[in-house]
């Protein structure tokens, strides 16, 4: 019944900033992590960054380490990616993700939005 839905995709200079939202339904979250992927075109789906549900703890890819920030919103069951300093290389559709704990799959996912970065 876990149902994700990314949003906030789009078109950006390099140098600029994106927030993607990733609203989450169907469930309580205490027990997950929610993640961040992107995946460009003959690429395999890298690892962005992860946010533990119960107490906010972050974890990023070196690749956007200092540039990107993960938040959640307890109360809309929302977790946001915060982009900034955008560099062509960002260039993928994102996805967000979901898994348990104690799990190392994530079991669900989002349809994924684009996020386009111009020189």
């Known amino acids: 019944q876990v149902q994700l839905v990314e949003s906030g995709g789009g078109l950006v200079q390099a140098g600029g900033s994106l927030r993607l939202s990733c609203a989450a339904s169907?469930?309580?979250?205490?027990?997950?992590?929610m993640g961040w992927f992107r995946q460009a075109p003959g690429k395999e789906r890298e690892f962005v960054g992860s946010?533990?549900?119960?107490?906010?703890?972050?974890y990023y890819a070196n690749s956007v380490k200092g540039r990107f920030t993960i938040s959640r919103d307890n109360a809309k069951n929302t977790v946001y990616l915060q982009m900034n300093s955008l560099k062509p290389e960002d260039t993928a559709v994102y996805y967000c993700?979901?898994?348990?704990?104690?799990?190392?799959?994530?079991?669900?996912w989002g349809q994924g939005t684009q996020v386009t970065v111009s020189s």
């Open positions: 993700g979901i898994r348990r704990i104690e799990s190392q799959r994530y079991n669900y």
């Open positions: 169907g469930h309580t979250f205490s027990g997950y992590f």
């Open positions: 946010i533990m549900w119960s107490d906010g703890t972050t």
